[in-house]
């Protein structure tokens, strides 16, 4: 490492908070020149957030950002980012699809403009590509829409790397080699190790654990919104790294209640196995189970669970983003409780709005729903609220199974707990239950837990197999493999 | 070179027209002539420069549907105000732009569908204008009608008006600099953020734009029509999204195309002459409007999934 590095950027004490969920809490980070840091976490560890702030698009609730040992102010943004050199590639691509690889190079360098400006850009940016992915065969003509994923992502990293007047000092990389090959990928790295060498910084976020211990120098480990470890890359092995990333005073307790007797018995309920399986492990689930989907985000749980969904066989659904596929926004609570039982609630061909209001108090009563009123609007709830009222949708019906895609997202704790005692009661009463979580405290109450990487089951464990260790050394195997 | 399907949907507009126009001049012969395109084309100037105000609010991904009243205005003001007091009437139309502009501010920082105001203002557009002009009447100052009149040489006035402003706005939206940054905030508004651009500020352009080429447009109407009617142009707004449509534009993702929206603006204003050609009754022109749209959008699609294939 270089002896003279200067210092670029100081985060003192920074903390987030989306409403009463804190994604980050108390973080302290250095980067200076020479480096390239690596950024790795579970779900939700607060990576993507820490990020964010960094280059402007977030502005933190709690802290100090120092630039150059200047501290900023709240005014501190993309803008005024984007002066200091801090650049971004965001997680979800993004370019403009209607406009052309140059276009997309002039919306990131305000300076490119006057007479020829198109000609400059195209120059620009069409070394950048040829210095970091010879062989890309990428047209700077081409609109972004006709280039395939990988492509997108070359050219936004290509993009991000690219210098005009304003000097380029860290480049964020936020998981970009998730849609690149094996061979792209390391022109990426060995470009990051350049720039790095030429005085450059970077932050490589990735869940390809063997890209971050082969190319970085330093390596910062998240969990629930503060670093838990940073040390020198080569004072850590695959093997540390994911142990850094979980917890060990979490160690799962075994109870009491393990050793009931296993309801894995009989015959199966649900036998499938992911459409991308490639060897002959199955989604087993038994009556009145709770069964876990585990794994990183996105890895193929919600897929899975729309895969085995259909209502004919008295299933119901928990959506996770209540916002867009959960609740009825014009609607009351009752109303949206009792939709899901509609069919006994008839009388004749009419609706009994007396049974139908007494289903909703039912449940209000017993899910704790926290309202005066039932016939208010369903928007008059706290969001964890109405996540209680999605889960007293899907019990009310008289559906023998409830699939729950990630269901607590942004839910305050004490909600957690009444649902968590509920489902628990449910499944003793015999209902079945399948739930996408990506919180490993929740896979606690699970009696059996699948993990899922690139839409497979990796790992199948049961409750008195599972522990934190087992489950992240599942999520995270080495790509290569 | 085989034709690709992208270059086909591109020539998609130029071709439509064309085929219209060589189905008027085997009609009609004596139309082929400086008179005859002229009398054919006379009303186009006023509809592309709408169907152009529609295209810019389309390409931030939002929809117009005032724009009608928003031309009656304007040719109401230019028949009254303009001519007997041209300060007072160059001042309420460069107020009409700045409400325009403003109707943008109001849509990008309240969140608001763009629909449902600009249709709250079609409304108050044309209560407006029959303010101004309670009945049909007044009279377009002298200059105006000379300009829409004026007659250059071997080729028509309209053709060639028309070829500037289609040739003036590409190059605003789809070569300069910023342009690139106005269709990219309709392309991923987000994206053109992150970079540091203020998505306000492209609104509030394009809204602006949007009120300039209505305010062209009611005032090269009422130039041609010489008297205002409060009622002269709602027929516009339906008319400038199936031009923008029909010049291969799409609804969302600020993709858009100037020279083809004035081809498509051309090629509507021509059905009508052509139904008339056809001894048709005038009744039947927006049916037939609608027709041919369905049939461009069709042949759209069918290019689409050649191109997906």
Redesign the interface.
Known sequence: MSKNKKNIVTLTGVGKSFGAVKALQNVQLEISTGECIGLVGHNGAGKSTLMNILAGTLTPTKGEINVSQVAQDQLYNVAIAHQQGIRCVFQELSLCPNLTVTENTRVMHASLQGWGWRKKAGALIIDMLDEIFPGHGISIKALIDDLSLSQRQMVEIARAFSITDTQLRIVILDEPTSSLDAVVADQLLQHIRRFVSRGGACVLISHMLEEILSSCDRIVVMRDGTVVAEKNATDFNRDSLVAAMGSMAREYQHDANDDAASKRQGTALINCAPKLQHDEQQLRVYKGEIVGLAGLAGQGQTEMLVQLFSPQKSMAFVAGDRQSDGIFPLWSIAENITIGSMRNLLRKFLLDKNSAAALASHWQQKIAIRSPDLNHNILSLSGGNQQKALFARALASNAQTVLMDDPMRGVDIGTKQDVYDMIRAEADNGRTFLWYTTEFDELKHCDHVYVFRNGEIVADIPKTQMNEQRILQASFKASAA | MTLSPRMFRSLLPAMSLSVILIAIFYLQPRTMSYFGLNLLLNLALPIAFATLAQMCIITVNDLDLGIGGFVGVVACIGATLLNDSPLLGVLALLGCIASYAALGALIHLRQLPSIVVTLGMSFFWLGLALMILPRPGGSAPQWLHAIMTFKTPYIPFTIIALSVVALLVHWMLK?S??G??L??A???P????????SLLKTKVTMYALAGCFGVLAGLTLVGLTTSGDANIALRYTLLTIAGVILGGGEFV???ISPIGAVLGAVTLTLTGSFLAFLHISPDWQIGAQGGILILVLALRAIINRAETR
């Open positions: 070569v600099a910023y690139t940054i269709r990219g309709g392309g991923n987000s994206s053109v953020e992150r970079a540091g651009w993702g600020g993709r």
